[in-house]
């Protein structure tokens, strides 16, 4: 199954404006609160230079990008964890994700109104996650309830209610649960719980073009202070300007991101940035018919990441013979690589690295 990332935020930050950015959607979206109750999902390709390289000396008939799914749920308000607003479909919504992506507003714009009728980038922050984290708290008083009714204790594993406790006074201190050790027995005892303030999560700041220009914004430094003690990271996006480059033809788009002084497109950056906050790496299969980014957990073996491809890989598993892209892309050529000796024979139990590209050698 893909793992999937929530995009989640107050109403009219810009969360389905980038949603519709990274899946090609063309979802409609609101510049005022609409009350909107329903979920958009959609596919996100993620760019990557790797793949372009072996589709250049290839010439595949076929080129696949790795994937992500992108959920974009309704917005939050205060009061969501009670049932305000849209809150209990977002929370539904949001709990079944593997990360967040959480869209604040720097962007000044008088048509487009904000749900507090004031900007405070901030404020925003600690509204969203005050959300979940009271979210979380209903979800242990719930559950803790749920152990203690009735004369037995109804316990899938004798650790849960302590670890239930535990969590229970760090989320009251107002800590999200990302920030707890737990020993693998503990693990255990909660894995059938999912919290939301566990999931990790990236900030990205949704500024105007004059802020973009600037490359600054009120608020900046605290925004960034916020990200480090919380262990998340701060992207800054224009998505009026990315939305701009997205209509763009290639060469046009490369003057027009010249011209502004980009490297590459913020989105871009944060299909790639998703993919490595669900700790995702991609290996490359690559020949006439198909080019393949492949995707899997970092540190899986390579018997295991054969299977990825099909399963009679994983059951024959000889050996993986790898490249690294670096070593391929300075030899220029596969065999100019092999006459290097940059080829390396892999057993079963080596972790696959990024952007290492592999012919499994197998038997059935």
Same mark, same amino acid.
Not at 229 to 234: E, L, P, S, Y
Not at 244 to 250: A, F, T
């Given at each position: 199954?893909?793992?999937?990332?929530?995009?989640?935020?107050?109403?009219? *930050?810009?969360?389905?404006?980038?949603?519709?950015?990274?899946?090609?959607?063309?979802?409609?979206?609101?510049?005022?609160?609409?009350?909107?109750?329903?979920?958009?999902?959609?596919?996100?390709?993620?760019?990557?230079?790797?793949?372009?390289?072996?589709?250049?000396?290839?010439?595949?008939?076929?080129?696949?990008?790795?994937?992500?799914?992108?959920?974009?749920?309704?917005?939050?308000?205060?009061?969501?964890?009670?049932?305000?607003?849209?809150?209990?479909?977002?929370?539904?919504?949001?709990?079944?994700?593997?990360?967040?992506?959480?869209?604040?507003?720097?962007?000044?714009?008088?048509? *487009?109104?904000?749900?507090?009728?004031?900007?405070?980038?901030?404020?925003?922050?600690?509204?969203?996650?005050?959300?979940?984290?009271?979210?979380?708290?209903?979800?242990?008083?719930?559950?803790?309830?749920?152990?203690?009714?009735?004369?037995?204790?109804?316990?899938?594993?004798?650790?849960?209610?302590? *670890?239930?406790?535990?969590?229970?006074?760090?989320?009251?201190?107002?800590?999200?649960?990302?920030?707890?050790?737990?020993?693998?027995?503990?693990?255990?005892?909660?894995?059938?719980?999912?919290?939301?303030?566990?999931?990790?999560?990236?900030?990205?700041?949704?500024?105007?073009? /004059?802020?973009?220009?600037?490359?600054?914004?009120?608020?900046?430094?605290?925004?960034?202070?916020?990200?480090?003690?919380?262990?998340? /990271?701060?992207?800054?996006?224009?998505?009026?300007?990315?939305?701009?480059?997205?209509?763009?033809?290639?060469?046009?788009?490369?003057?027009?991101?010249?011209?502004?002084?980009?490297?590459?497109?913020?989105?871009?950056?944060?299909? /790639?940035?998703?993919?490595?906050?669900?700790?995702?790496?991609?290996?490359?299969?690559?020949?006439?018919?198909?080019?393949?980014?492949?995707?899997? /957990?970092?540190?899986?073996?390579?018997?295991?990441?054969?299977?990825?491809?099909?399963?009679?890989?994983?059951?024959?598993?000889?050996?993986?013979? *790898?490249?690294?892209?670096?070593?391929?892309?300075?030899?220029?050529?596969?065999?100019?690589?092999?006459?290097?000796?940059?080829?390396?024979?892999?057993?079963?139990?080596?972790?696959?690295?990024?952007?290492?590209?592999?012919?499994?050698?197998?038997?059935?």
């Amino acid at each position: 199954m893909a793992l999937s990332c929530g995009i989640v935020g107050l109403p009219t *930050v810009g969360k389905t404006t980038f949603f519709n950015l990274l899946t090609n959607a063309n979802v409609e979206t609101s510049a005022f609160y609409s009350g909107k109750t329903s979920t958009n999902m959609g596919t996100a390709l993620v760019p990557d230079e790797r793949v372009d390289f072996l589709s250049r000396m290839f010439h595949p008939k076929k080129t696949t990008y790795a994937q992500i799914e992108v959920i974009d749920v309704p917005g939050l308000v205060k009061g969501s964890s009670q049932g305000q607003g849209t809150g209990n479909e977002f929370l539904s919504a949001v709990r079944d994700t593997d990360a967040l992506v959480h869209i604040v507003r720097a962007f000044e714009n008088k048509q *487009v109104l904000h749900v507090d009728n004031s900007l405070d980038i901030m404020r925003d922050l600690e509204t969203v996650n005050m959300e979940l984290l009271f979210s979380d708290l209903q979800l242990i008083e719930t559950r803790l309830a749920r152990i203690n009714s009735g004369k037995k204790k109804k316990m899938e594993n004798p650790l849960e209610e302590t *670890v239930l406790l535990k969590i229970q006074e760090v989320l009251e201190n107002e800590q999200p649960v990302s920030t707890i050790s737990f020993s693998q027995e503990e693990r255990e005892a909660i894995k059938h719980i999912t919290f939301l303030t566990d999931k990790p999560m990236l900030i990205v700041v949704n500024l105007d073009e /004059k802020q973009f220009s600037a490359n600054s914004y009120p608020q900046k430094e605290a925004v960034h202070a916020f990200g480090k003690d919380h262990q998340m /990271k701060v992207m800054e996006i224009c998505a009026q300007v990315e939305a701009e480059i997205s209509q763009l033809e290639p060469e046009d788009k490369q003057l027009f991101m010249e011209d502004l002084g980009i490297k590459e497109a913020g989105i871009d950056r944060l299909a /790639k940035a998703i993919y490595d906050l669900l700790g995702l790496i991609s290996f490359l299969t690559a020949g006439e018919d198909e080019v393949k980014a492949w995707t899997i /957990k970092k540190g899986l073996p390579a018997k295991k990441a054969a299977g990825k491809i099909h399963s009679d890989i994983e059951r024959g598993f000889i050996r993986a013979e *790898v490249v690294a892209y670096q070593d391929l892309k300075k030899a220029g050529s596969m065999a100019k690589a092999r006459e290097l000796g940059l080829f390396r024979l892999e057993g079963k139990d080596y972790p696959v690295q990024d952007g290492d590209i592999i012919n499994f050698r197998f038997n059935v």
